[in-house]
């Protein structure tokens, strides 16, 4: 998961992106769950060394939220709409265990969808409990910071 608040055209954006994806290592069949846009900025909250989010991406308009299946047996790979849900999270930094530094493009490929990043971040680590769609996942390791002069292309 990944929120990022920046500007465009001197207008505060906050932006999501999730996923959940489940494979049978036995078989190489997959399930891909995940979504993608720009959120109310309401819903994410950053309060000094923490930082707070809770939105439900069935109500955001223009929020994609997609289900992606691949059956190795077929060799078919398929992608459909999702109603989307409650997505919720909380991080706390964990001073001063690790910082990163980056600058240049991230990007990460998964079957359905391709996330780019391009600029500089800063950001350190930090515990995480989120919810995404039901699936909770309780004090996993994260990072929280800032990042500059960045633009994010999400490809489905």
Do not use: K
């Amino acid at each position: 998961m990944e929120v990022d608040r920046g500007s465009t055209a001197g207008q505060t954006t906050t932006f999501l992106f999730y996923q959940h994806f489940i494979e049978d290592v036995n078989t190489g069949a997959f399930q891909n769950t995940f979504g993608s846009g720009t959120i109310p900025n309401s819903a994410f909250q950053v309060h000094g060394q923490t930082d707070s989010l809770n939105v439900d991406t069935s109500t955001v308009a223009g929020f994609v939220n997609q289900f992606c299946t691949f059956d190795p047996n077929t060799n078919l790979f398929t992608c459909n709409s999702a109603p989307g849900g409650v997505v919720t999270g909380v991080w706390s930094v964990i001073t001063p265990l690790v910082t990163f530094q980056n600058s240049g493009t991230l990007r990460f490929t998964f079957p359905g969808v391709r996330f780019i990043a391009t600029g500089t971040s800063d950001s350190q680590a930090a515990l995480a409990n989120v919810n995404v769609l039901g699936t909770v996942l309780t004090n996993v390791t994260a990072n929280v910071g800032t990042r500059h002069n960045t633009s994010i292309n999400v490809q489905h």
